[in-house]
């Protein structure tokens, strides 16, 4: 079975700092990669998504991320983090073998202190 | 809708009690998902859904519980002789199209179920 994992379950770091955070998986096929975040009170919303091309994903709020095959890493990054980037992270993978589900790492919560 | 919505947003239940927690995905969207997010934990799959069937059900975690969906629309998740480690947030999502994740999910607020 699928599995992914995030190396980092709290992050704290100040405004204007880099931030990247972990993500692997475990799965040898074609993978599709995401990136979901849930701010504080609300919904998990979509940050970014990888299906083929430029290894190289960029999403909302100035994230990218970067699919590195040879070590079935998907990390995320942004140069200069805001107070408004708290938020816990989720990385999640849809393989083509499990069908259409999403299996997500247990995530990172990161606070951005001003 | 313009969203996914879940109803109750919390739901406080005794122990041994059945609840019943609802997701109205967004008009259109074939396939629903139901997950966990318990304390600390990461999301668990639950089951899905393509139209009213359920292709999936692998990670409903015991015969309490069980979903249906309707119309190919609104879906309800019911857990049966509740349990206090069922307190988790339920989360639906819904997806355009049968490949829900090479879409990606747009996700409901939860439910906050408690069970004491």
């Known amino acids: 079975a699928q599995s992914v994992s995030q190396h980092n379950h709290h992050v704290i770091l100040s405004e204007a700092a880099s931030l990247e955070l972990g993500c692997n998986y475990s799965y040898g096929g074609t993978v599709n990669l995401f990136w979901y975040v849930q701010y504080p009170g609300q919904h998990l919303q979509l940050l970014l998504k990888y299906f083929s091309g430029d290894p190289l994903v960029k999403g909302i709020k100035g994230f990218e991320a970067e699919f590195i095959k040879s070590k079935f890493s998907f990390n995320l990054r942004k140069p200069s983090v805001q107070w408004s980037d708290t938020a816990e992270y989720f990385c999640a993978v849809n393989a083509g073998a499990a069908g259409n589900k999403l299996t997500f790492g247990g995530g990172t919560r990161v606070l951005v202190k001003p | 809708g313009a969203g996914v919505s879940q109803s109750p947003s919390n739901k406080v239940t005794e122990k041994g009690k059945d609840v019943e927690l609802r997701c109205d995905p967004i008009?259109?969207?074939?396939?629903l998902y139901w997950y966990r997010q318990s304390l600390g934990q990461g999301l668990e799959f639950l089951i899905y859904f393509q139209g009213n069937s359920a292709p999936d059900k692998s990670g409903l975690p015991s015969d309490r519980f069980s979903a249906e969906r309707t119309g190919g629309s609104v879906s309800t998740l019911t857990i049966q002789r509740t349990q206090q480690e069922d307190s988790a947030v339920y989360l639906c999502?819904?997806?355009?199209?049968?490949?829900?994740?090479?879409?990606?999910?747009?996700f409901g607020s939860g439910t906050r179920l408690t069970v004491v």
């Open positions: 008009s259109g969207h074939t396939a």
């Open positions: 999502a819904s997806s355009l199209g049968g490949a829900g994740g090479n879409y990606g999910y747009t």
